[in-house]
């Protein structure tokens, strides 16, 4: 068999996939890969041929699904890891990879993980990070979209809503006819409604657009079509109920309305709808007036009570302080001119070495270190909230969970809800031990506090006069580089805050108990005016 002869092959069994004949396909897939491997010369050729084999052994695997189709998937991926790296790259290699993990999670229903079997979930999404960066960046025009897709279904198993819906909406503005962006966000939305308890029409009306979304699409067996009509009408069904229950009528023009409003916000509330970073759980996923202001709380109507309630809140209150500040010192670097009069009253020496300074970076280096004093504080109250101070008593968000001491996993198990493994499944992210692929922002962010952190704007920068050469540890960071760590730091940030908000809901509603008489305390919002 020749190779055009072999990549006609590898189409049609691409193809028989695709419209859902697992059986045939994996017959032929089998049969391919006998034949490669008889004889075939070990060259550039034939690791490009096996990736594409292994890539169908993990499609079949996902979509039947079949352990043992996985498993060779799997067994070609590790074999072969560094001649089909050479082929494919990084990203193509991590991504295949983390679809072949994801086949062997036998709990499907993310309600029932728990700390010990969030660790499969755990590297499912590093490979997945892995691939993303392997690219540029989430926000890279190079960055695939399904690979974002897939790292948006990994942070949903995760409990980690805020990002997973970042990535759909990202996906989805391009236009692509991506289905699995459009069920998986419907998903989400459901399961915030979940782990939340609460929801809106709004809320409703858009988990049925994106099973509309996925009717007309191209990509979709013809035989899942129906259970996504069945989806669509269930949803409308709850939407004329909610409705009448809330006496209001139903609104067709709902999307203009949305988007006058929209309008009608500030530009810096506006910024933080656009860049996914207000703390308003209405704004995860709708820009309307109920988004236009960060009105999260961890009360709400559905009787969230307890001693611990109001000193949660009061965390909340330095949180959401503590985020605003930082969010408004980058919404500034990025739309207010540079005061060159300040700049020019500061009278810094003029170096030729391309280190940015003034008031401008500063707000950079601030908005980087205050998130980290957010994410702690959420450790601390984590701990005080569940008495789960670790032995050494120091606490840090990315390493203070400590699950394989002390039989500490099993402590977490006690306390278990998708906002903890949520907010542990975000510090994996940040913790070099469990190869997060964001834990050097703790370096950062302490090379920021004690070393000297030289912020520039080209590649490479000169240093004419050598000012650099008498400081051993100085740290070099492109400008560029900086802002794109810093939103992503954002966005962990942000999504820990709705974490430890759903953590102390559950808490509050696991323990209320059925009978007794609450005296529950009115927080209502500061009136400011």
């Not at 072949?100 to 755990?122: C, D, G, M, R």
Request: aromatic share 12%; proline share 2%; net charge negative.
């Amino acid at each position: 068999m020749d190779i055009e002869s072999i990549e006609f092959e590898l189409a049609r069994l691409s193809e028989m996939v695709g419209i859902g004949q697992f059986d045939e396909a994996l017959n032929g897939i089998d049969t391919l890969y006998a034949f490669i491997n008889e004889g075939s010369e070990r060259n550039a050729v034939f690791f490009r041929i096996v990736s594409n084999i292994a890539s169908l052994f993990v499609d079949v695997g996902h979509m039947k699904p079949c352990v043992e189709s996985s498993q060779k998937g799997m067994d070609i991926l590790s074999q072969y890891k560094d001649e089909i790296v050479e082929q494919i790259g990084k990203d193509a290699y991590f991504y295949n990879l983390s679809n072949a993990k994801s086949n062997f999670i036998v709990e499907k229903n993310p309600f029932n993980h728990t700390f010990s079997t969030i660790e499969q979930l755990v590297e499912v999404k590093n490979d997945l990070w892995k691939a993303i960066k392997s690219c540029g960046d989430i926000d890279s025009v190079t960055a695939q979209p399904t690979y974002v897709v897939n790292l948006g279904n990994s942070l949903k198993q995760q409990f980690r809503i805020s990002e997973a819906l970042d990535c759909y909406e990202r996906v989805n503005s391009l236009d692509l006819d991506i289905p699995q962006s459009w069920i998986n966000r419907s998903e989400t939305l459901m399961m915030l409604n979940q782990v939340s308890n609460t929801y809106s029409i709004q809320m409703l009306e858009q988990i049925k657009n994106g099973y509309e979304n996925v009717l007309s699409s191209k990509e979709i067996p013809p035989s899942w079509l129906e259970y996504y009509r069945q989806q669509v009408a269930y949803h409308q069904i709850k939407i004329v109920e909610a409705c009448k229950d809330a006496e209001i009528e139903m609104d067709a023009h709902d999307l203009d309305k949305t988007d006058s409003e929209y309008n009608e916000l500030s530009d810096y509330r506006k910024f933080c709808l656009d860049n996914n970073l207000s703390l308003s759980e209405h704004g995860l996923y709708c820009s309307c007036a109920g988004s236009s202001r960060d009105n999260l709380t961890i009360p709400t109507s559905g009787g969230v009570v307890g001693d611990f309630v109001v000193p949660m809140e009061m965390v909340l209150n330095r949180l959401k302080s503590e985020f605003s500040f930082a969010r408004h010192l980058y919404f500034e670097y990025r739309t207010e001119e540079q005061d060159y009069e300040l700049l020019h009253d500061s009278c810094f020496s003029e170096l030729f070495n391309d280190e940015m300074l003034g008031i401008d970076v500063e707000k950079l280096r601030t908005a980087f270190r205050s998130c980290f004093g957010i994410l702690d504080k959420i450790a601390i109250a984590i701990c005080e909230l569940f008495d789960l101070y670790p032995p050494n008593g120091t606490v840090y968000f990315q390493s203070f969970w400590q699950l394989d001491r002390d039989k500490r996993r099993e402590k977490f198990n006690i306390h278990k809800s998708p906002g903890l493994l949520a907010l542990y499944s975000i510090a994996t992210d940040l913790n070099d031990r469990k190869e997060g692929e964001w834990s050097f922002f703790k370096q950062l962010r302490n090379d920021l506090e004690h070393e000297f952190v030289v912020v520039h704007k080209t590649d490479s920068p000169s240093d004419i006069y050598k000012s650099y050469e008498f400081i051993k540890n100085i740290v070099f960071i492109n400008e560029d580089d900086f802002i794109n760590h810093l939103e992503r730091l954002f966005q962990l940030t942000r999504s820990a805050i709705f974490s430890f908000v759903f953590a102390v809901r559950d808490k509050a509603l696991n323990e209320k108990e059925d009978g007794r008489i609450y005296l529950s305390n009115s927080i209502l919002r500061k009136d400011y005016k």
